[in-house]
T-cell receptor, first 111, second 114 residues
Framework: SQQGEEDPQALSIQEGENATMNCSYKTSINNLQWYRQNSGRGLVHLILIRSNEREKHSGRLRVTLDTSKKSSSLLITASRAADTASYFCATEVPRGFKTIFGAGTRLFVKA | DSGVTQTPKHLITATGQRVTLRCSPRSGDLSVYWYQQSLDQGLQFLIQYYNGEERAKGNILERFSAQQFPDLHSELNLSSLELGDSALYFC?????????????FGEGSRLTVL
């Protein structure tokens, strides 16, 4: 079974709007990461937040982590058509030697 | 360009056949990960190697095997192929020791089993 589950599965917004994606996970983690995948391409790392951090920013990206609720959110502000992609959360578990990905959120930004 | 190279990019084969997918990690990375992505699905973790040793196994079928060589490149062998094995197979690498954060992904090998 997957460690992380993203919500919503798909999201369609207008250019300029903000996009929020959520991720829930099941076990304790070392860190949580967000990746982006353009259709059929390799995944690209966006941001990593450690288990002792609550919020992190990178450009138009804002990630929050709530370890008590085992959840994270990714906010993309002022979205652009080029942000159209699938977004995955990934969790690194302690001593698990593996990074587990969720099913992803498909984001479509209309120009 | 992530620095991770996967070959072949595309592969079409028949049921019952065997194929080998190859991955060259980013220079200096010691950890290699293999993932399977079926159509419109998330990534299923298959197996991880660190400096030549297997460190973690996921949902990898017995028909599949992998190894990491002394030069740190890795190969994923898929045998007795079935239609359901059609998928994108991704290799990723990280600096290591295992689980130190960001994974760098190759562009994947798209396997089609007919």
């Amino acid at each position: 079974s997957q460690q992380g589950e993203e919500d919503p599965q798909a999201l369609s917004i207008q250019e300029g709007e903000n996009a929020t994606m959520n991720c829930s996970y099941k076990t304790s983690i070392n860190n949580l990461q967000w990746y982006r995948q353009n259709s059929g391409r390799g995944l690209v790392h966006l941001i990593l937040i450690r288990s002792n951090e609550r919020e992190k920013h990178s450009g138009r990206l804002r990630v929050t982590l709530d370890t008590s609720k085992k959840s994270s959110s990714l906010l993309i502000t002022a979205s652009r058509a080029a942000d159209t992609a699938s977004y995955f959360c990934a969790t690194e578990v302690p001593r698990g030697f593996k990074t587990i990905f969720g099913a992803g959120t498909r984001l479509f930004v209309k120009a | 360009d992530s620095g991770v190279t996967q070959t072949p990019k595309h592969l079409i084969t028949a049921t019952g056949q065997r194929v080998t997918l190859r991955c060259s990690p980013r220079s200096g990375d010691l950890s290699v990960y293999w993932y399977q992505q079926s159509l419109d699905q998330g990534l299923q973790f298959l197996i991880q190697y660190y400096n030549g040793e297997e460190r973690a196994k996921g949902n990898i079928l017995e028909r599949f095997s992998a190894q990491q060589f002394p030069d740190l490149h890795s190969e994923l062998n898929l045998s007795s192929l079935e239609l359901g094995d059609s998928a994108l197979y991704f290799c990723a690498s990280s600096l290591g020791p295992p689980n130190t954060g960001e994974l760098f992904f190759g562009e994947g090998s798209r396997l089609t089993v007919l």
